[in-house]
C-alpha cells in the first residue's frame, strides 16, 4: 500500500487497491485487457514495492460461457476465453506470487498481519 496513513478506521482496515511503484493497478482482470505478458510485468513490479498485497481477481475472470445468460447483455468481454485458459493464467499468476517468496494467506490473515505491522511500527 502506498501509505498506512488513514487505512486504519476503527475496526475496518481499508485495503486499497494493489499497484505499482507506478501507480498502475494490479489486478487479475488487466491481463485480458493488455495481455499476460505486460500482467507478468505489473504483478512483479506491485509484488516488489508493496509490503502488503493482495492479488485482486473479479469473479468474470474466472467463468466461462457456459456460467452466463447470453441472452441477458453484459458487458464482460473476457467471458469468451475458455475456461482453461483463464484457469492456466490464474495459475501462472499464482505461481508468480509463489514464487516471489510470498505465502497466500486469507484477507483476514493479511488484515491481521496489517495491524501487527502498525501496532509495531507506532511503538517505535
Same mark, same amino acid.
Given at each position: 500500500f502506498s501509505s498506512?496513513? *488513514? /487505512? /486504519? %478506521?476503527?475496526k475496518l482496515v +481499508?485495503? =486499497?487497491? =494493489?499497484v505499482t511503484s507506478y501507480r498502475?493497478?494490479?489486478?487479475?482482470?488487466v491481463g485480458f485487457m493488455f495481455?499476460?505478458?505486460v500482467q507478468k510485468l505489473i504483478l512483479r513490479n506491485a509484488l516488489k514495492?508493496?509490503?502488503?498485497?493482495?492479488?485482486?481477481?473479479?469473479?468474470?475472470?474466472l467463468f466461462s460461457e457456459e456460467d452466463v445468460d447470453l441472452s441477458i447483455p453484459h458487458h464482460l468481454p473476457r467471458?469468451?476465453? =475458455? +475456461?482453461e485458459e483463464k484457469i492456466h493464467r490464474f495459475r501462472e499468476m499464482v505461481k508468480q506470487i509463489i514464487d516471489s517468496g510470498r505465502i497466500l494467506v486469507t484477507m483476514d490473515d493479511l488484515n491481521k498481519r496489517f495491524r501487527q505491522? %502498525?501496532?509495531? *511500527? *507506532? %511503538?517505535?
Open positions: 498506512s496513513e *488513514n /487505512l /486504519l %478506521q476503527g +481499508i485495503l =486499497p487497491l =494493489p498502475f493497478p494490479c489486478w487479475h482482470t495481455g499476460w505478458r514495492s508493496r509490503k502488503f498485497f493482495y492479488y485482486l481477481t473479479h469473479p468474470a475472470d467471458v469468451d476465453h =475458455p +475456461i505491522d %502498525q501496532k509495531k *511500527n *507506532n %511503538q517505535m
